[in-house]
């Protein structure tokens, strides 16, 4: 099998790298290094590595023959950083995907396996489930949504088998740590390792599913591999543990010492997951316990 890979030297994409390799995939990976939040970038020197950006049709394109499974991680990844240049995440979100979706359809590849974003739901009641009305309240939920459209309708109207994948929030081995807009553990990890407080925005009871990055990658090799439905394809799925915990109870599982900072404009109050159209389609359950991780980790 071969694989492609889109932001594949970042968190979660460089973990489904790995396991792609191991799992016997010839991998190709596109990644520009334009993540802020990345302390580093992790290229597997056992893949095809390209430092491209993924709207840059005429050099990727050729990539894509012969590929078999897209996963489309790439992407401006953060609400905050999209609030403060929307232009730019409207355009590597937006038109980025619909490149890939395009490259991917000439290419004839069997699936494509698009990372989209729980933040699409916005203030509808939890729990999520994938048939609430779409409620964006900011440039990167809106720029990860329309990518979700692109790839329905390149399901629909091309004939491109697509999934999406709504990510809760993820944390787990290589999170982001830089800046205050990396993921929450992550920073928080990062504080206390210098002992510093722990910075919780707001309240601190904004509640999060927190989901890890191990699940996640089961939750990409089952999409591209299992033996599915035809309707299973242009659809939208859940990828949570249907658990929430308050950022506060987050803190507390990792330091006492904490102070609390301006809230931010533009985020949901709560998340949570309803995983069941991804466990009765894929057979995908989550396994890591977030106290578990954190507690191996301190």
């Known amino acids: 099998m071969k694989s492609l890979v889109t932001g594949g030297a970042g968190f979660i994409g460089s973990n489904l790298v790995d396991k792609l390799i191991e799992l016997g995939h010839e991998v190709v990976v596109i990644d520009n290094e334009s993540a802020e939040s990345n302390e580093q970038f992790y290229w597997n020197e056992k893949a095809q590595n390209y430092k491209y950006d993924i709207r840059d049709y005429e050099n990727t394109r050729p990539l894509y023959d012969g590929v078999d499974y897209v996963f489309h991680l790439a992407a401006e990844s953060r609400i905050q ?21 395009q490259c991917a359809r000439e290419a004839e590849v069997k699936r494509v396996i698009y990372s989209s974003t729980s933040s699409g739901y916005g203030m509808n009641p939890y729990p999520n489930v994938e048939t609430q009305p779409d409620d964006c309240l900011n440039p990167y939920s809106v720029s990860k949504v329309n990518g979700e459209k692109l790839c329905k309708m390149y399901t629909n109207l091309f004939g491109v088998k697509t999934i999406s994948f709504r990510y809760f929030n993820i944390y787990g081995e290589r999170q982001p740590l830089r800046g205050q807009y990396a993921p929450v553990i992550g920073i928080f990890l990062r504080q206390r390792a210098a002992g510093e407080p722990l910075t919780i925005v707001g309240d601190g009871e904004q509640r999060r599913d927190f989901t890890y990055v191990g699940d996640v990658v089961t939750a990409n090799i089952l999409a591209a591999t299992k033996e599915v439905d035809e309707s299973a394809f242009g659809q939208l799925y859940n990828i949570g543990t249907g658990t929430n915990y308050s950022v506060n109870q987050v803190a507390s599982m990792i330091s006492d010492y904490t102070v609390n900072i301006p809230p931010r404009i533009g985020e949901a109050r709560t998340s949570l997951a309803d995983n069941n159209k991804m466990k009765d389609t894929f057979g995908w359950d989550p396994k890591m316990e977030l106290e578990d991780w954190i507690s191996s980790h301190l």
């Open 81 to 101: 950083p999209a609030i403060e240049n929307p232009i730019n995440a409207i355009s590597l979100n937006s038109v980025g995907t619909c490149t890939i979706l």
